[in-house]
């Protein structure tokens, strides 16, 4: 069965600190890694990983993917309050309808 | 402005009552979702839509019907609302190009009393 892994499943961490968040990953027909950043609303979307060794880097967000071992980090540099959300890791399987497994998410909150 | 929207943000209904939920986008996308959220579960697929009138089932589609007559609308109808359906729900929106990502409404929290 597809399946995706986050930990830890919640973090507090106080501004400045670098935070790394981890995401494994057990599906079939492997396409892609996705890192959303979830509020009170909507995901919104940060990255998608498609090869690995390659890192995506937005502002103070990164990520990296390895398809090797079959895992993908995402890292927060000098945190502020303003990145306290839930981050959903999901992966991209090559199914008719390019099926997205989501992990359970990881909860970071940020203190002043 | 263009984006995804789901109506309405906030619902509570009892058991056994019929509800609907609607979702609209205005980028043209191809494929549409609907996702519940659970503690403890995450984002789980109900059902999923390619095109207008193509629709099929995702991880967790007892209890829920979809319709898909223009490629803009999706909504999700719940035929006789059960305790166990009280979840927060998403509508998402894709492009048919497979390296594109999902986009989220904003969701719909749903209590069944």
């Known amino acids: 069965e597809d399946k995706v892994v986050q930990s830890p499943l919640s973090l507090v961490v106080h501004e400045g600190d670098t935070v790394t968040l981890n995401c494994s990953y057990e599906v079939t027909n492997f396409r892609s890694l996705l890192w959303y950043k979830q509020e009170k609303k909507a995901p919104t979307f940060l990255f998608m990983l498609t090869s690995s060794g390659i890192e995506k880097k937005s502002g103070r967000l990164s990520s990296i993917l390895d398809k090797k071992e079959l895992f993908s980090i995402l890292n927060i540099t000098a945190t502020q309050t303003g990145d306290s959300a839930v981050y959903l890791c999901?992966?991209?399987?090559?199914?008719?309808?390019?099926?997205?497994?989501f992990g359970p998410g990881t909860s970071l909150s940020v203190i002043p | 402005d263009a984006g995804i929207t789901q109506s309405p943000r906030y619902k509570i209904t009892e058991t056994g009552r019929q509800v609907t939920l609607m979702c609209h986008q205005t980028?043209?996308?191809?494929?549409m979702f609907w996702y519940r959220q659970d503690l403890g579960h995450g984002l789980r697929l109900i059902y999923y839509?390619?095109?207008?009138?193509?629709?099929d089932k995702g991880e967790v589609p007892d209890g829920y019907v979809v319709s898909r007559s223009k490629t803009e609308n999706f909504p999700l109808t719940l035929e006789s609302a059960t305790r166990s359906q009280t979840s927060v729900y998403f509508c998402a929106s894709r492009d048919v190009y497979s390296n594109q990502p999902q986009h989220f409404g904003d969701g719909t929290r749903l209590s069944i009393l």
């Open positions: 980028w043209s996308h191809s494929y």
């Open positions: 999901a992966v991209g399987s090559r199914t008719s309808y390019d099926k997205v497994i």
């Open positions: 839509s390619a095109a207008a009138d193509i629709t």
